[in-house]
């Protein structure tokens, strides 16, 4: 505010308050003036609180209109299936809930060529089935529901119950680790006895696995699914040939799954352990199903037992844990863990399902020349 | 009843001074807007928005023409990074600044395990200033984009490249994701500031001008660093450009990727919420060291087979590096 308050006098030099502001300043040296010809003191000093109370108010509620809107996320359409709730389950909140669909960014990938990525999905096709339960559902499975399992060219969801919405498949066991392999040796018959011919390979993941189902067609584009073959990450201790670890997820040819069901019905597999990838091992060992090298040309691993983070950063797998005496190659820490065409990758969280869908798909450095070529001889 | 009527002149003075009070209040305001302005009407609130360039643009150019553009873009990233934050400052070393044309760390203090330059203090916009002044006399020759970064913040410059490509460096631009302060608009730091040659070069003037531009900030209270940068600015002429991909996504991010999934999908728990973040996006910080590594691999390696781009520009992987 400028200094001196004139009354008023239009023959005043030098500087002219606007005319709102002179009004106004008239208006309150007026009343001061009446206020003081009537010496009451109290009024004056009311007049002026409430001056300074109305200036206040006034300036607060300018603000408050002010305030930038909240940015809000860009909304599809709502999810068909309502208001998914964790009903049997304490703190909802905890869980991530909604979805977000990255495909939706067409303009993004106008200039992506993928003649090749849609020639192998013909060319190599691969059912997915995802162990999952009634419990996980609404907090993990429809992640993986909203992000790669959408690349498989079927998918199902495996659970001790049907489920018609979601939709899963109803197993017909109790839910438990004690369960895995009956899950296991059931999901197989299922998908044998439904879709064999829908499909080339048969892909086991878990409902916290993520797949790159691209890179999974690159690597049994090389193969036929008659020969009798399963790939995953390769275990060396109790087969000799080794097994594959469950949770990074393992893939059977066409061949490999008639086998294992036929093995069942004769008696040459049976359930001996619940410890389902071991029980797996040895029943492909027993039926002469060979046990795949699935790392890349340059000998990278592509199927891993933990998430991203674990594998690249250094001495985060201390040198006495269980894994480094396990894997049935060289395992290596740090950038040479891993495979530019990684396959999967374990442990993976609801928030990390999206996170990896945007680094893999999305996510890239403009006119950026990769250094692993997958198409050059190996090195 | 002589008591009443007092009370009543009371409650009526009051209630006179507060309408009085507010009506005071609006006129001022609106006037403040209009004044400062030199009356030129309302655009205090407005934002500068800066776009990546358009592909289908660029793919028009010759190849040849596009190849020189790309090698013209040269980028000049000075970190700033703390004694207290060697893994950090390591994860940086060994991550995405090898991208840069060059990379320069700065930290308030000597330090013997990496090679930084101190600037001998721990005032952040002191830090701000010394830093942009080292640049500046050091590397004005070679380097025309100038890019300024906490040790958090994990960057893909040529995503970075990209966007500049059709930006002359010779105009000052005063770029990264922008916020409105009053009618102050400037860069957050915590998301990557970039300047171009000219405008660095009008902040190496005024920066000497310790009326307009003082190290001890322009007003009476502390402002932080990227607000006093701002001002500085301002005064030559310089505005803040808020980036932006051709969709209007955000390319300069100040939170991790993962904060940003879980933020978009929390808020409408019930919905399909559009995927967050850009294919070209340039910075995302809150990045734990082990974090950059993860990043490093993502953007540079990880990608599906048999998808490939039709890029306009080429950037080939830096020599010596395993990680890329």
Known sequence: LEQGQHHGSTEEPGFHLPLHWQLHLRLSAHYCLEMAVRRSVISLLMFCCGLGLGFVICHLAINAINKEAPLHSHLLFNDPHGHLEDSHHHQPHQHLQGEMNFNADISQHKDENRSVADELYKKVRILCWVMTGPQNLATKAKHVKATWSKKCNVVLFMSSEEDKDFPTVGLGVKEGRDQLYWKTIKAFHYVYEHHLNDADWFMKADDDTFVVVDNLRWLLSKYSPDQPIFFGRKFKPYIKQGYMSGGAGYVLSKEALKRFVDAFKTGKCTHFTSTEDLAMGKCMETVDVEAGDSRDTNKKETFHPFPPEHHLSKSYLPKTFWYWNYCFYPAEEGPGCCSDLAVSFHYIDSKTMYYLEYMTYHLRPYGYKFRYNPDSPPK | ?324
């Not at chain 2, 009843?1 to 001022?28: D, Q």
């Not at chain 2, 010394?130 to 410059?157: G, M, R």
């Not at chain 2, 660093?225 to 450009?241: F, I, M, N, P, S």
């Not at chain 2, 919905?271 to 990043?295: K, Q, R, W, Y």
């Open chain 2, 1 to 324: 009843m002589r008591g009443k009527a007092k009370m009543m002149t009371e409650g009526t003075s009051f209630v006179k001074g507060v309408m009085l009070g507010g009506m005071f209040c609006l006129v001022f305001t609106l006037f403040a807007n209009t004044e400062i302005r030199g009356g030129s009407g309302l655009r205090s609130h407005e934002h500068h928005h800066l776009k990546a360039p358009n592909k289908e643009e660029l793919l028009k150019l010759p190849e040849a023409k596009r190849l020189e553009l790309s090698l013209t873009i040269r980028v000049l990233c000075l970190i700033m990074v703390t004694p207290k934050e060697i893994g950090y400052w390591a994860s940086a070393v060994e991550t995405w600044s090898k991208h840069c044309d060059k990379a320069v760390f700065y930290s308030p203090e000597t330090i013997k395990i990496f090679e930084s330059v101190s600037l001998a203090t721990a005032d952040k916009w002191i830090q701000t200033r010394k830093a942009f002044q080292h640049a500046y006399e050091n590397y004005k020759d070679n380097y025309n984009w100038f890019f300024l970064v906490e040790s958090t913040t994990f960057a893909i410059i040529e995503n970075l490249k990209f966007f500049l490509l059709n930006k002359d460096p010779e105009q000052p631009f005063y770029v990264g994701h922008t916020v409105k302060s009053g009618d102050l608009e400037y860069v957050e730091s915590s998301s990557g500031v970039v300047l171009s040659i000219e405008a660095l070069e009008r902040l190496y003037r005024i920066l000497d001008d310790s009326a307009k531009c003082p190290e001890k900030g322009s007003l009476l209270w502390k402002m932080s660093q990227d607000k006093e940068l701002a001002v500085c600015l301002k005064y030559t002429g310089v505005l803040a450009d808020n980036a932006e991909d051709d969709e209007g996504k955000e390319l300069f991010n100040s939170k991790n990727i993962n904060t940003l999934v879980v933020e978009a999908m929390s808020k409408n728990p019930n919905e399909v919420v559009e995927g967050c973040c850009s294919d070209v996006a340039i910075t995302f910080d809150g990045n734990s060291p082990n974090h950059m590594h993860v990043l490093m691999y993502g953007v540079y390696r990880l990608r599906p087979y048999g998808h490939t781009f039709n890029d306009a520009l080429l950037f080939m992987p830096p020599v010596g590096s395993d990680n890329d």
